[in-house]
T-cell receptor, first 112, second 117 residues
Framework: QKEVEQDPGPLSVPEGAIVSLNCTYSNSAFQYFMWYRQYSRKGPELLMYTYSSGNKEDGRFTAQVDKSSKYISLFIRDSQPSDSATYLCAMSPSGGYQKVTFGTGTKLQVIP | EAGVTQFPSHSVIEKGQTVTLRCDPISGHDNLYWYRRVMGKEIKFLLHFVKESKQDESGMPNNRFLAERTGGTYSTLKVQPAELEDSGVYFC???????????????FGPGTRLTVL
């Protein structure tokens, strides 16, 4: 069983829609939860991170973590064509360095 | 400020040959990480340097892979001899400092796409 499970998609939505991206995980040691965005032929770019459970909002993006269910989500409001990319969830345990474990990524296409 | 750079962007080699990938982290970043993404799979951790020292190399697949970071600046990842299953995208990332209980943003390079024929 993979430590992090993520639906690969692809996910296609109309411009302006609310997008929900999700991951589940099995390792209880994970404390930091991240979402990366990756455009084609580019490296992953950190969008948001949260520590432990709770919500975090940044503009049109909201990250949610439910440690009791081992479930994390990223919501994108008012989606734009420029949001079209692959979104990767990632996690790491607490500690002095961060070995990041990634999901496989969900490919999102926002149609104008 | 320049981001993480990787060279080459793409390498095509034959099975049994040697390839060396290079990563230049963001200036001043002590932490340097190597990751690999094999086709259809998730990005996987290979190893982590703190300055010139290997902090964690638990993700290195086998002894055909050798990573170095001389002087704590740029890093190289050598694959010798390359096998078909080594094909994939190799990412390098760097971060500033790590303290217990704190995470630092890892900035990723664009990756090197390695194809072994």
């Amino acid at each position: 069983q993979k430590e992090v499970e993520q639906d690969p998609g692809p996910l296609s939505v109309p411009e302006g829609a609310i997008v929900s991206l999700n991951c589940t995980y099995s390792n209880s040691a994970f404390q930091y939860f991240m979402w990366y965005r990756q455009y084609s032929r580019k490296g992953p770019e950190l969008l948001m991170y949260t520590y432990s459970s709770g919500n975090k909002e940044d503009g049109r993006f909201t990250a949610q973590v439910d440690k009791s269910s081992k479930y994390i989500s990223l919501f994108i409001r008012d989606s734009q064509p420029s949001d079209s990319a692959t979104y990767l969830c990632a996690m790491s345990p607490s500690g002095g360095y961060q070995k990041v474990t990634f999901g496989t990524g969900t490919k999102l296409q926002v149609i104008p | 400020e320049a981001g993480v750079t990787q060279f080459p962007s793409h390498s095509v080699i034959e099975k049994g040959q040697t390839v060396t990938l290079r990563c230049d982290p963001i200036s001043g970043h002590d932490n340097l990480y190597w990751y690999r993404r094999v086709m259809g799979k998730e990005i996987k951790f290979l190893l982590h340097f703190v300055k010139e020292s290997k902090q964690d190399e638990s993700g290195m697949p086998n002894n055909r892979f050798l990573a170095e970071r001389t002087g704590g600046t740029y890093s190289t990842l050598k694959v010798q001899p390359a096998e078909l299953e080594d094909s994939g995208v190799y990412f390098c990332a760097s971060s500033q400092e790590s303290y217990r209980g704190w995470t630092d943003t890892q900035y990723f390079g664009p990756g090197t796409r390695l194809t072994v024929l």
